[in-house]
């Protein structure tokens, strides 16, 4: 029985290896928990720089306001050149209260005279500016219905649905699963099977009874089961760090398996082509290294330019990553079909192409 020899062989190589094994399991790991620090992680209020020159009854009224919200952490700036530490990136955002401001509020209280006007200043590349923008907006129209004395007649009530209740740990979760299986799989099967090739092992396989498609298939099962292992650590690290609790379905196996086979097959289609070990290892790296960031693994794809959103589109990953997300955390039964057939099709592809271009009895 060659399959549980060969992948009890391999095991027992991996595990013998500190580096292989630290890369293999440790490296998405540390990822997860990088990433998942520095931006998953709540940072607190935003800092918002002001000036006030009316300072007015009103003003100061605002002011408290927007401070009551705790989603602001108001500094007097009037002692600083604001513009100009805006413009050197120190700061994100300020806001800019006119003389006369008091004055103009109360005039429109009592005729059709334009509104006081305060004036926000911010650096739109910085996400938390749009946040602090938007926070200033709501408080000012609170503001508004109280000196007006107004009674609303209509309210809204937000329903979070799909993704719009997904913090970006829970997105990242399965984009790191995900990054793990095609880094894992591809850089393994190249590394193994160019090194196979430059030390003859693959020679002296050929006059063996062992087929090329049983010894592919062992190195398949040896990759699922690496998977399974990597995709606990993570979901335990997941919990047990971020308390993240993902769902888990006979979805979310299928994707593993079909991601491993995928990218095991890709593995094999690269090493059959690049005879050197060394530049099968740079082969693979320049094939995983642009999907790492274009496949949504870290950032969702949507947020990319429109030409990289078009070349996310032709990448395997992408539709794993998606496949993931849609099981583990959105539950989206049409993302899931699709997701599945397209990286369950590329899978019987890429093994089927690597079974046949990845030939023993050569050199």
């Known amino acids: 029985m060659f399959l549980p020899y060969d992948i009890e062989c391999n095991l027992k190589m991996l595990f013998r290896n500190k580096a292989w094994v630290f890369f293999t399991f440790a490296f998405p790991l540390l990822f997860f928990l990088i990433f998942g620090y520095l931006l998953g992680t709540p ?11 009316d300072s007015s009854g009103t003003s100061k009224a605002f002011l408290e306001a927007l401070n009551s919200t705790g989603a602001v952490d108001l500094k007097e700036g009037s002692g600083i050149d604001l513009a100009q530490s805006l413009n050197d990136g120190k700061i994100s955002i300020y806001l800019d209260i006119p003389q006369g401001f008091e004055s103009s509020v109360m005039v429109a209280r009592q005729s059709n005279a334009s509104p006081g006007n305060l004036q926000i200043y911010y650096d739109r590349s910085k996400p938390s500016s749009h946040a602090t923008a938007s926070v200033i907006g709501q408080v000012l129209n609170d503001f508004n219905l109280r000196l007006q004395g107004a009674k609303p007649v209509m309210t809204a009530t937000p329903h979070d649905v799909a993704t719009a209740s997904i913090s970006y740990l829970q ?37 063996t009874p062992i087929s090329s498609l049983e010894w592919n298939a062992a190195k398949i099962l040896y990759q699922v089961i690496i998977m399974v292992i990597i995709v606990a650590l993570c979901l335990l690290v997941g919990w047990l760090v971020f ?67 078009i070349v996310a589109k032709i990448l395997p990953l992408t539709y794993l990553n998606d496949g ?12 899931m079909l699709t997701s599945i057939a397209i990286v369950a099709g590329l899978a019987i592809v890429f093994f089927g192409v690597g079974i046949l271009t990845l030939k023993w009895k050569e050199d």
Do not use: C
């Open 43 to 53: 940072s607190g209020a935003t800092t918002l720089y002001y000036v006030d020159h």
């Open 171 to 207: 997105f990242l979760l399965p984009g790191i699963i995900g990054l793990s299986i095609m880094s894992s799989s591809l850089m393994s099967t190249v590394g193994l099977s160019a090194g196979n090739r430059s030390k003859g092992i693959f020679r002296k396989l050929a006059t």
């Open 243 to 309: 308390g993240i609790h993902p769902e888990f379905n006979l979805w979310t196996p299928a994707f593993v398996i079909a991601g491993a086979v995928a990218f095991a097959g890709l593995g094999m289609i690269i090493a059959s082509f690049v005879k050197d070990e060394e530049m099968a290892g740079n082969a693979a790296s320049i094939v995983s290294f642009p999907m790492m960031f274009l496949s949504g693994s870290l950032f969702p794809v949507d947020q990319m330019p429109w030409f990289l959103q």
């Open 324 to 335: 993931l997300r849609a099981s583990m955390i959105t539950n989206n039964g049409s993302v």
